[in-house]
């Protein structure tokens, strides 16, 4: 079943994929609201056999993925109303795959917490400069989502710093995927779409949550 549902992720993102190049709307919509069930139901095969063990991973992993769902369908509609509430669902994704690496953080030394601390505020300062100045409640709600982001960057780092394993690689690797699609999404949203602009945005978005996946099941497959 792993391999039944894990091929029609690979198969429906690459439909989707072709739907951005070609612009068919119809196609991506279609193919959209599948993405991250296909992805859970490839996760839960793998997770179930391993209960109880699994229970907390299966639990966050769901949710996570669930709100990537809701934040899909969302998405699919016009109006900064669905634009909001999609990015909701979102930020509530990332907590949940942040919360199943947060012990990694009790590893870091002041100073990692130092570096990270600077890093994120540079990102911010470029969504800020770059995105969504001059800042009004939109803007503002950029931040504190582009905040969260780095959180889930930094907790794949320090993940990586902690257990020194592919799984935590690939983690991280989904984190900063992650922040190059929203990047490349807000960029969008607030000033302009660019040339294969909703390709590499759904690219990196699929890519992110299918590592995030892999990263947080892989330990107990």
């Given at each position: 079943?792993?391999?039944?549902?894990?091929?029609l992720?690979?198969?429906?993102?690459?439909?989707?994929?072709?739907?951005?190049?070609?612009?068919?709307?119809?196609?991506c919509?279609i193919?959209?609201?599948?993405?991250?069930p296909?992805?859970?139901?490839?996760a839960?095969?793998i997770?179930?056999?391993?209960?109880?063990a699994?229970?907390?991973?299966?639990?966050?992993?769901?949710?996570?993925?669930a709100?990537?769902?809701a934040?899909?369908i969302?998405?699919?509609y016009?109006?900064?109303?669905?634009?909001?509430?999609?990015a909701?669902?979102?930020?509530?994704?990332?907590?949940f795959?942040i919360?199943?690496?947060?012990?990694?953080?009790?590893?870091?030394?002041?100073?990692?917490l130092f570096?990270?601390?600077a890093c994120?505020?540079?990102y911010?300062?470029?969504?800020?400069?770059?995105?969504?100045?001059?800042?009004?409640?939109?803007g503002a709600?950029?931040?504190?989502?582009g905040a969260a982001?780095?959180m889930?960057?930094?907790?794949?780092?320090?993940?990586?710093?902690?257990?020194?394993?592919t799984?935590?690689?690939?983690?991280?690797s989904?984190a900063?995927?992650?922040?190059?699609?929203?990047s490349?999404?807000?960029?969008t949203?607030m000033?302009k779409?660019?040339?294969?602009s909703?390709?590499?945005i759904?690219?990196t978005?699929?890519?992110?949550?299918?590592l995030?996946?892999a990263?947080v099941?892989?330990?107990?497959?």
């Open positions: 079943m792993m391999y039944i549902f894990g091929g992720f690979i198969v429906d993102s690459i439909l989707h994929l072709i739907g951005c190049i070609t612009g068919n709307k119809k196609l919509t193919t959209k609201p599948l993405l991250m296909l992805l859970a139901a490839t839960a095969v997770l179930i056999p391993e209960l109880p699994s229970g907390f991973t299966l639990i966050f992993t769901m949710l996570a993925l709100c990537g769902t934040g899909d969302l998405l699919l016009t109006g900064k109303k669905y634009f909001i509430l999609g909701l669902c979102f930020f509530a994704g990332h907590i795959w919360v199943q690496y947060a012990p990694a953080f009790s590893t870091l030394s002041l100073a990692a570096i990270g601390a994120s505020a540079a911010l300062a470029a969504v800020y400069f770059i995105i969504v100045k001059p800042a009004d409640v939109m709600g950029f931040l504190v989502y982001l780095c889930l960057v930094f907790t794949g780092a320090a993940a990586v710093n902690a257990y020194h394993t799984v935590s690689e690939l983690f991280l989904g900063l995927l992650f922040l190059a699609s929203d490349m999404l807000g960029y949203v000033k779409k660019f040339p294969l909703e390709f590499l759904m690219a978005y699929i890519a992110a949550q299918a995030l996946t990263g099941v892989l330990p107990l497959y």
